[in-house]
Structure formats: C-alpha cells, structure tokens
C-alpha cells in the first residue's frame, strides 16, 4: 500500500518538525515547505500530487490565504483538501479560512494525541 502524501506548509520549524515526525511515525509520506509561495511552486511541479494539504495561514512571501486561492485555482489543487492550521481563533477567523478555500481547520497548538485522527477527518 502507497502511504498518503501531506504537503505541509509551516514556517515554524518547530511545528514543522513535530507535525512532520507525527505524520511520518504514523505511515504519511511528507513533504514540508516553509512559506506560500513554495507551496503553490510544489503544487504547479510535483508529481505525484498530495492527498493533503495542512496550511499554516500566517506566512511569509505569500500568506496562508493566498496560497489556498492559488492552489485551488490549479486544477490539480481544486481536488486536494486544504485543511488551516493556525492560532487564528477570533470571531470571524475561521469563516475567513473557508472562505479563502480552506475545506476544513485545526487550531494550533495542536495536541500531538488527537492531530492524526483530527486531520484524517479531511482524507
């Protein structure tokens, strides 16, 4: 069986690290990328395409919500889920999330007990 690919986008190399050793310990293939821009570079380049997508909104160069439009704007992205994961816990934020794309969102900080089952909701 071919494990699932997780493009994960997060500058914080501290939660890259502790989502990407969760994801891996747990059988996912990943693939880790620190701001917007490389996020939608990896979508228009690689091959295979990911399953899914964890988006941190709060980026450099491009933010989270630009990468989403971008991303669903490439035919091959409209099919993948995008899933936020970010602090962003205001009235309003997670309405701004969906409506920027996102099919779904986990709060940070995440709990490292319930992050697999929270995103496997969304494969």
């Known amino acids: 069986m071919v494990s699932k690919r997780i493009l994960v986008v997060e500058d914080d190399a501290q939660n890259s ?3 990407q050793f969760i994801l891996e310990k747990s059988g996912y293939a990943v693939e880790v990328v620190s701001d ?15 399953d899914l997508i964890l988006m941190d909104m709060l980026l450099p160069k491009m933010n989270g919500y630009e990468a989403t ?3 669903k704007a490439i035919s091959v ?7 936020a994961l970010t ?6 934020d997670r309405e701004r999330i969906l409506e920027a ?11 490292p007990e319930t992050f697999v089952s929270e995103m496997e909701e969304y494969l």
Do not use: F, H, N, W
């Open 69 to 71: 439009r971008a991303i």
């Open 36 to 50: 917007g821009e490389q996020a939608v570079s990896a979508m228009e380049t690689a091959y295979p395409t990911p």
């Open 77 to 83: 992205g409209a099919r993948i889920p995008v899933i």
């Open 17 to 19: 690290y502790l989502i």
């Open 101 to 111: 794309g996102c099919d779904g969102y986990i709060a940070k900080p995440i709990d």
């Open 87 to 92: 602090a962003y816990s205001m009235k309003g």
